[in-house]
């Protein structure tokens, strides 16, 4: 072998680096992955270049971005003295060897009469004078003054990682490595913190290259800010609590165990909770992963094994992108253990294995998980326990001024400046904020198609508040309809009134609402009081009109199938009944309708109760007739109500609530806190 300081570069020494095996190994070097490939490129740069030989050589070397330059820096002596790279064997600078200056140049270009540029080269000139070999390290040749860059001997631009170098890497890591997949890797992004990021010791190249991929995908940048979503207060303190946290974990002042890192965000489709998800995972600094049971499903062949094996796969992904946030979506797919008739057997494989991977045994430090579901009552009670999904946030459809402000996200510089965009937020009381994207994206629709901006005609048109469809006589049922509600709900200290709309959304005709005043225990008054009010718009319709129609049933969530359900749920499993007790678990409609043919005396208790409540709400509308007729008039006339309105007009002539007729209690808060 030649001295070294007479070894010209080439490409030999860069495919199979010279390995003193004779010499005592040294202690093992802490690895950075960044430095080997930085190694290896610089060393293919200058065999590439053709440098002449000896001391006195200035080179300026441009990686072509600054993540490489401080990395670059670290090497350049080591190979312009071409010697091994740190780790390979230890070396000793010989006397004849040139020293070498390397200066690091991450700027804008300094312009030649500033102090700076005459700095710099006053300093080159005198290493240069000092026979040291000088190595200026840019992230662009423009950060070089012009007068320098002339002078030097070689610009060499760097080239750019690529499979070669990584396989390079990959077996420098892991000898024993054999074939290594690079398919679905992005190599031009990653970046030498990536490559620092991914190794762990005494983990082979196979989990390196796995940590790699994920790495090299940055975090989607187009996460939705929590700042511009509206509606959603108790989202944002759980996130600032959140990333207050993190950033202490992070700094080692508190342990995992101790953050808040398990929530479920229930509601109905449509108010946005996977988007809320990605807002909080954006707002604490973390990468998103969604996924869900139907992701799991899809995954395979649909067998339970695929199942679980794509369950173990996104929790891998997770631990692979910590600290993250896990979203789950639609959890009560899942279902409960022994509650449902279902292979359960399967179905209990399935939880237990989602349990297993909750739990982590310490691998999910770093992993927060948050889920999602429509019906949170049929998610397993285990996964909701403390340790786990422990804390939940109910997401409703936003309030009218939080729908005015989504109107104006949406909708930006396309509107008139006439609009009255709080007007149009009351109409649309009881949408989500799906509903409100969809009704800006027709207007927009409209107005383009004119060449114009959106005016107020255009959104009152797509919510369906001036179509000259339908029969003026059904509107005026819908709103007897909805104001019946609001008149028997009146009457009870139990319940709070809202916002009335008879603006028609999807199989909706209208909308009364309606919750509890104040949450606590369900108690008969408060069961009773939602199921009359729930019976109220049928009764308004008998009363007033003289007949009634089927506004009141039909679906499962309409008032009678919801009384329905919450009648038999009082008889069934919250203990409070007339005759005995017994306990079921909750059931879905289809299978109520299944147990009420096989025990007809189960189905005609739950009648009675539901007669009974009924006639409740029908007493209370003859009483209040002229009360629920004027209410009626101004919600017929304006389309929707304000919670003040309707207050208001209530108020004006509502007599003392009539005394109890002793009815058995209706129902479970949590069931009916809205009233349509």
């Not at 200056?101 to 102090?115: A, G, N, Q």
């Not at 509890?516 to 019976?535: F, H, I, K, N, R």
Request: glycine residues 8%; negative net charge.
């Amino acid at each position: 072998m030649q001295d070294s300081e007479k070894v010209p570069f080439d490409r030999a020494e860069f495919d199979a680096p010279e390995v003193d095996f004779d010499e005592k190994p040294s202690p093992a070097p802490s690895v950075d992955c960044a430095e080997i490939v930085a190694w290896h490129l610089l060393r293919r740069a200058l065999a590439k270049a053709g440098l002449p030989d000896g001391s006195g050589l200035y080179v300026v070397i441009a990686p072509g971005g600054d993540a490489w330059v401080s990395v670059l820096s670290l090497v350049a002596s080591r190979v312009f003295r071409r010697q091994p790279r740190l780790g390979l064997r230890r070396t000793s600078l010989a006397r004849s060897e040139p020293e070498v200056f390397v200066h690091e140049l991450v700027s804008t270009p300094v312009p030649p009469d500033k102090d700076g540029a005459g700095t710099i080269a006053d300093t080159v000139q005198r290493a240069l004078t000092e026979r040291k070999i000088v190595v200026l390290i840019a992230d662009s040749p423009r950060a070089v003054p012009a007068a320098l860059r002339a002078a030097a001997d070689r610009v060499i631009r760097m080239p750019s990682l690529d499979r070669t170098c990584l396989v390079t890497l990959l077996k420098e890591l892991d000898p024993t490595a054999g074939r290594l997949v690079l398919r679905g890797i992005d190599i031009s992004a990653i970046s030498p913190s990536s490559l620092r990021l991914a190794y762990r010791p005494d983990r082979d190249a196979h989990a390196y290259l796995r940590r790699l991929k994920v790495l090299a995908c940055p975090p989607a940048t187009n996460l939705p800010r929590l700042e511009s979503l509206h509606g959603v207060e108790q989202v944002r303190e759980w996130a600032a609590a959140l990333k207050t946290d993190l950033d202490a974990w992070r700094r080692g002042a508190v342990e995992w165990n101790e953050l808040s890192r398990g929530l479920l965000l229930a509601g109905p489709p449509g108010t946005g909770k996977t988007t809320l998800a990605a807002a909080i995972a954006d707002h604490a600094g973390v990468f998103f992963i969604p996924t869900s049971y139907a992701a799991w499903q899809g995954s395979g062949r649909g067998y339970l094994g695929d199942v679980i094996k794509a369950m173990m796969h996104a929790f891998s992904s997770a631990h692979e992108r910590m600290p993250c946030v896990l979203f789950i979506d639609e959890l009560d797919t899942l279902g409960a253990r022994g509650g449902s008739d279902r292979r359960d057997d399967g179905w209990r494989s399935v939880i237990n294995a989602l349990l297993e991977q909750i739990d982590g045994a310490g691998k999910n430090d770093g992993v927060i998980l948050i889920a999602a579901s429509n019906h949170p009552e049929l998610i397993d009670s285990a996964i909701l326990r403390a340790g786990r999904l422990e804390d939940r946030i109910d997401v409703g459809p936003p309030d009218a001024e939080a729908l005015a402000r989504i109107f104006a996200d949406q909708l930006g510089g396309w509107l008139e400046p006439d609009v009255d965009l709080g007007h149009i937020a009351e109409m649309s009381v009881g949408a989500t904020g799906a509903d409100v994207v969809r009704v800006c994206k027709t207007a927009r629709r409209i107005a383009r198609r004119d060449g114009r901006r959106v005016t107020q005609s255009d959104l009152l048109v797509t919510l369906g508040v001036d179509s000259a469809d339908g029969d003026p006589h059904d509107l005026w049922r819908v709103a007897v309809h909805e104001a019946g509600h609001a008149v028997v709900a009146a009457q009870f200290p139990e319940l709070k009134l809202d916002s009335l709309s008879i603006v028609r959304r999807g199989d909706s005709a209208g909308r009364a609402g309606v919750s509890t005043s104040a949450p606590g225990a369900l108690t008969p008054s408060v069961l009773d009081a939602l199921l009359a009010a729930l019976l109220g718009g049928r009764a308004a319709e008998e009363v007033v009109l003289g007949n009634i129609s089927a506004g009141a049933g039909g679906a499962d969530g309409s008032d009678l199938g919801r009384a329905t359900r919450i009648a038999a749920t009082a008889e069934l499993s919250l203990g409070i009944r007339n005759e005995g007790l017994i306990w079921y678990p909750r059931i879905s409609a289809e299978k109520l309708a299944e147990l009420f043919a096989r025990r007809p005396d189960i189905e005609r208790t739950v009648q009675r109760r539901l007669d009974n409540a009924y006639a409740r709400a029908r007493d209370l509308i003859e009483g209040q007739a002229s009360t629920l007729r004027r209410l009626a008039d101004r919600l017929h006339a304006q389309k929707t109500m304000t919670a003040d309105e309707v207050v208001a007009v209530v108020d004006e002539s509502v007599a003392t609530v009539p005394g109890s007729r002793g009815l058995p209690p209706l129902a479970d808060a949590a069931e009916a806190p809205c009233l349509r």
